[in-house]
């Protein structure tokens, strides 16, 4: 769903989007097999830089497969995120009030977002668009939907539900610093999550870094932890 373009590779795929080049998990090599990290690297300049992009990002669903290579890929400089799959499995432990959420589009949610991008050291403007460009392409390939929560004519806190072939994701979870606490993040994620139900999903799932807090929220919420993810990166 990430690209609008592949390039076939005999250790996996490349998945491109010319129109969101800064955007890395829309320009990456998805590692499928592969004897050393070395050959890895290899392929991921083949395809990335034969299509202009100047970073590198190397994903892998195979948990053995990531844990093999970590090594060699920090030795060479690269960075590693490691992100977990979780599946709601279970009712959550605590009550959620769900009356402060509401169903929004798209653009109602641009200006929280932007703000929040733009307050990390690497977020700009420029790169918010592209990220939230990126949800406008991917209506063409899921249902989407979006919830947030409203504060004095803004939305303080937001979630992004996707659905598709008998699966829901639930996507970009936050809340704005000034506004944590109070159980807003809690509520946008249990709404997509009934959401999803009533849409008759099979699958409810979410995607959380594995050295943060927030997967500690998630499982509180009745989400389960079924696998991880290795992403490999080179600026």
């Given at each position: ?11 996996g ?9 800064r ?10 097999r ?20 100047n ?11 990531g844990?093999?290579?970590?090594p ?5 400089g690269?960075g ?24 929004v ?9 932007t ?21 406008v ?14 504060v ?23 809340t ?7 159980g807003?993040a ?5 709404r ?44």
């Amino acid at each position: 769903m990430a690209g609008t373009q592949t390039v076939a590779s005999p250790l996996g795929v490349g998945v491109l989007t010319p129109e969101l080049p800064r955007r890395h998990d829309s320009n990456y090599f998805f590692l499928e097999r592969a004897e050393t990290a070395r050959e890895a690297m290899a392929e991921a300049d083949r395809i990335l830089g034969g299509a202009g992009a100047n970073h590198r990002v190397i994903l892998t669903f195979d948990e053995e497969l990531g844990r093999q290579l970590e090594p060699a890929f920090l030795a060479s400089g690269w960075g590693r995120q490691r992100h977990v799959f979780m599946a709601h499995r279970r009712e959550p432990t605590k009550e959620v009030d769900l009356s402060t959420v509401s169903e929004v589009d798209e653009a109602a949610l641009r200006p929280g977002r932007t703000r929040a991008i733009c307050s990390y050291p690497w977020g700009s403007p420029e790169l918010a668009k592209e990220l939230l460009d990126a949800k406008v392409l991917l209506r063409d390939r899921a249902e989407t939907r979006f919830f947030g929560v409203p504060v004095d004519d803004e939305i303080v806190a937001w979630t992004d539900l996707y659905l598709a072939q008998g699966m829901a994701q639930v996507e970009d979870v936050a809340t704005l610093e000034e506004h944590r606490g109070q159980g807003y993040a809690s509520a946008v994620v249990m709404r997509a999550v009934r959401e999803a139900q009533a849409a008759g999903a099979d699958l409810i799932f979410l995607v959380a870094d594995d050295e943060d807090w927030p997967k500690e929220l998630y499982e509180r919420l009745g989400f389960e932890i079924v696998g991880r993810s290795y992403k490999f990166i080179r600026p």
